[in-house]
């Protein structure tokens, strides 16, 4: 399993598309300095890590669903699943030897892009600092274990949409198709507590059973950004934190299962 | 019809569709058992931080980019510049979506809060009025009912926002000078402008208008009181407390209301 794993990342990051996406997102963190003149409202600083965090969720979405689909459907429309598989590897570890090497890619591309947004908001605030001394005040400045939260909280909310599009894949016929759904997990995960706010608010019997069941079968991304600013004195309890990494475990361990139970039933 | 049902069986029997079954429930178990253990952070969540408004209408395409790809602030910002060059243009149901947008998007920002509601009471109902034919052809009744209702828009629009910023100070403040500037109500300005000053960090000059409105009011009585209370707590070494100002209109009111020499203020430190 870890052997999968590790050829898994490897592949992973030998491909331009995983090179393009940290590119982009590198350029996106580091340049977002330059964007503070359209900034009206957040502080600065909010600001560029709002951009930071922004570019890791959006372009680590992008590259998470596509590396899922992509390197599953690989294996699978090479053949080279049926050789890995006549060997004495279980299917069980395919799969989840594919998702550990999502989770260490996506990992590495939360990690590189946290600290490269810490260093830049360090280095911005220094200057801030230097030039208008009263800007930051005293003990408002950056927490930079607030950052490395962020980039934790960004992780696990990819670690679960690359278990949910590894789900998919393994009864999905095509790489598209897996994308697509990918992403549509993705706005649902994203938008469920708007439905459900909805069917509560309209009070029918059928909208609340369908209510339930979304908010059942889908995570709510929306507890991911529980490190939503740069004060220390935000930092949230370390229960709460807690809680959300077991819900993102949950959700993932939960889906890889389902994935193996599917992958087990399916004729490659 | 027999052939039918069979068909259906065969379906329903299919490999896939029990695959299916089987992730939806085993989601759905896992997704209950999960849901007990993250109910107190979610709770936590949504009290601590302001989250997208859910229950804004017309949040369009720059709602939807900015929820799945968190770029707030960008987004809003950018809608925001948008909302500029359509004000500049006086087109105010474009300049009013745009404003809801942004709100929208992104609610942690004061900034939006108040200059929405400073467009919407104050440019809103000039550009209604020069709609209608301008303000020499609108009958002053019409204009007086048009910056009404926009003033109680611009209220609702702040009512919300203090929702998400209930320690906000400046949205107290924007409150009370719509009451009075927009509305004319002199008693709901003065006790916006108390509200405000009740808040942590909040202006001298706040409690100042708060006396400067019960004057105006009639409400003299009550001006003074509120003036004497607060001068001896003013800093006489800041400039912004204005002490000097603030005996000053002591002063003016007991005169206005007949209070007795002996009965007058006396400020802290005053020779007998």
């Known amino acids: 399993m870890w052997l999968i794993a590790g050829n898994t990342l490897r592949e992973a990051a030998r491909q331009r598309f995983f090179q393009f996406l940290l590119l982009l997102a590198f350029t996106l963190t580091f340049g977002a300095r330059w964007l503070r003149d359209f900034n009206f409202g957040a502080p600065e600083l909010k600001f560029l890590a709002d951009c930071g965090f922004g570019a890791m969720a959006f372009l680590g979405a992008a590259l998470t669903i596509a590396a899922t689909a992509q390197l599953f459907f690989s294996e699978v429309d090479n053949r080279t699943a049926l050789t890995l598989l006549a060997k004495p590897v279980w299917r069980a570890e395919f799969v989840l030897g594919k998702l550990l090497g999502v989770a260490a890619l996506a990992a590495v591309f939360c990690a590189l892009l946290t600290g490269l947004l810490s260093l830049v908001l360090a280095w911005r605030e220094a200057e801030l600092v230097r030039l208008l001394p009263d800007a930051v005040a005293p003990g408002g400045g950056v927490s930079h274990a607030m950052v490395a939260l962020g980039g934790l909280m960004q992780w696990l909310r990819l670690l679960v949409l690359a278990a949910f599009t590894l789900l998919v894949a393994t009864f999905a016929q095509s790489q598209l198709f897996s994308v697509v759904t990918g992403f549509l997990v993705l706005v649902v995960c994203h938008l469920q507590h708007l439905a459900q706010d909805a069917y509560v608010r309209a009070g029918s019997a059928a909208g609340l059973v369908a209510s339930a069941l979304i908010s059942s079968v889908f995570p709510d991304f929306q507890v991911f950004q529980i490190a939503d600013s740069l004060a220390a004195a935000d930092l949230p309890a370390t229960g709460d934190v807690l809680r959300v990494t077991l819900y993102a475990l949950g959700y993932s361990a939960a889906a890889a299962g389902l994935a193996v139970v599917s992958f087990r039933r399916r004729e490659i | ?272």
Do not use: C
Request: a positive charge; charged letters at 25%; hydrophobic letters at 45%.
């Open chain 2, 1 to 272: 019809m027999i052939y039918r049902l069979k068909k259906w069986l065969g379906l329903l029997a299919s490999r896939r569709l029990i695959t299916v079954a089987i992730v939806i429930a085993g989601l759905a178990a896992t997704g209950v058992i999960l849901s007990a253990i993250i109910a107190p952070a979610r709770d936590s969540i949504r009290a601590r931080q302001p989250a997208l408004r859910l229950d804004a209408a017309g949040a369009g395409q720059g709602a939807a980019l900015a929820i799945l790809g968190g770029f707030r602030a960008l987004v809003a910002d950018f809608a925001w510049i948008r909302m500029y060059t359509i004000w500049e243009r006086r087109d105010l149901p474009g300049t009013e979506m745009l404003l809801r947008l942004v709100t929208t998007i992104d609610p942690r920002p004061v900034y939006f809060w108040l200059n929405s509601a400073r467009i919407t009471a104050y440019d809103f109902p000039f550009w209604r009025v020069l709609a209608a034919g301008g303000f020499e052809t609108v009958p002053e009744d019409v204009q007086r009912r048009l910056s009404h209702e926009q003033a109680r828009s611009a209220l609702r629009g702040l009512e919300t926002a203090m929702r998400f910023h209930p320690g906000s100070v400046e949205l107290w403040v924007e409150r009370a000078n719509i009451e009075l500037n927009r509305l004319g109500d002199l008693n709901a300005a003065a006790e916006s402008y108390r509200r405000a000053w009740e808040l942590p960090g909040a202006p001298h000059y706040v409690a100042r208008l708060r006396a400067e409105v019960l004057r105006r009011a009639g409400r003299r009585a009550e001006a003074l009181e509120w003036l004497t209370r607060l001068h001896p707590t003013l800093p006489p070494a800041d400039e912004g407390a204005a002490a000097d100002v603030v005996l000053g209109r002591i002063r003016d009111l007991e005169r206005e209301l007949g209070v007795p020499k002996e009965r007058s203020y006396r400020p802290p430190g005053a020779r007998e």
